[in-house]
């Protein structure tokens, strides 16, 4: 793939990464469930830094700042909002989805480059992509589907407190 095909993938990718820390940042603010909130926050925030990877990389490549378009895009990533009385476990859901679909793209966007420093950056954002989707999908797990954790009110006070 030459040099403009790479430039091409990494603005859709920066775009992708802008909307989708958009996107958990809109449902972080329509959502009560502070749980829920908290786990919204920090996935926008790694979001962010994916779009700052990115964004150095597009600078080397380009020999200049990326600069979003005005018009926007339609997005590659489609999920599924979760409804206002969303439980925890939906949002973590939608997480897994979110981030499930991250990962193909940048690995598929691996696939395609053909420098080196290009395929190692694809690579470790689609790493850090999966790592997001495996460890939701883990608390997915035990918010749904592991009955055996359970502790008294009075053990995990803080936690009380973050999810109602």
């Not at 080397?60 to 599924?80: F, N």
């Not at 409804?83 to 989805?97: F, G, Q, T, Y």
Request: charged share 40%; proline share 4%.
């Amino acid at each position: 793939m030459d040099k403009n095909g790479v430039i091409k993938i990494i603005e859709d990718a920066i775009g992708e990464e802008i909307k989708a820390r958009d996107f958990y940042k809109s449902i972080m603010a329509q959502l009560p469930n502070k749980g829920a909130q908290l786990k919204l926050d920090v996935m926008a925030k790694a979001e962010d830094e994916h779009r700052r990877i990115l964004s150095g990389l597009y600078a080397r490549l380009a020999g200049k700042k990326y600069t979003p378009p005005m018009e926007k895009k339609e997005g590659y990533i489609r999920i599924e909002v979760p409804r206002r009385d969303a439980r925890l476990a939906d949002v973590v859901k939608v997480i897994c989805e979110a981030e499930e679909r991250a990962y193909q793209f940048y690995k598929d966007a691996a696939d395609k480059v053909e420098d080196p420093e290009e395929k190692k950056t694809f690579l470790k954002l689609a790493q850090m992509e999966k790592g997001h989707e495996e460890h939701f999908k883990e608390e997915y797990h035990t918010l749904v589907e592991d009955a055996s954790i359970r502790f008294a009110d009075e053990e995990i006070p803080w936690m009380i407190e973050a999810m109602e």
